[in-house]
């Protein structure tokens, strides 16, 4: 597979992902959109300049959280996440309103999450390894843990 072909499969396979990840770091969507172009136009030059890369979607999210950190801290922009809507068959009131209890407390608990919880959080629930994480966000493998755990932990506590 030539290096066009290795590109288009990873922009189609990582795309919304990195891009996902990115409003984690409280980027606003259009921002988000812009830094997610920039990495996939950085990962092209780098294939086309270095030849192969030894994990292209680790190096991926490695440079959306870089410029990801870059650009937050020009842009002090927040969005809230969007509300997910009830359950189905949660259609009388009393489930409604449990539901939105719910989420709302989830929302609060991401929140109160560190900005590298919430980016752990957010890698592992793409697939990450740890070990990818760790390179992504250039951290300790066991760092990873605990940040994940501690992000998990809370969650729970908020659910419950």
Do not use: C
Request: charged letters at 30%; zero cysteines; aromatic letters at 8%.
């Amino acid at each position: 597979m030539n290096i066009e072909e290795q590109f288009h499969r990873l922009y189609t396979e990582a795309r919304e992902d990195v891009y996902h990840y990115l409003l984690t770091f409280q980027l606003d969507p259009a921002s988000a959109q812009d830094v997610t172009q920039e990495v996939f136009l950085r990962l092209y030059s780098a294939w086309k300049s270095e030849g192969q890369i030894r994990n292209p979607r680790a190096w991926v999210f490695r440079v959306a959280h870089n410029l990801g950190l870059t650009t937050r801290k020009r842009s002090a922009r927040w969005e809230p996440m969007e509300e997910s809507g009830p359950p189905a068959g949660a259609a009388d009131p009393e489930h409604q309103t449990l539901h939105k209890e719910r989420a709302q407390r989830i929302q609060e608990a991401l929140k109160e999450l560190s900005s590298q919880q919430r980016q752990v959080l957010h890698l592992r629930a793409e697939g990450l390894k740890y070990r990818e994480i760790a390179e992504a966000i250039g951290i300790q493998v066991s760092t990873v843990s605990v940040f994940l755990t501690r992000a998990l932990t809370r969650l729970r506590k908020a659910i419950e």
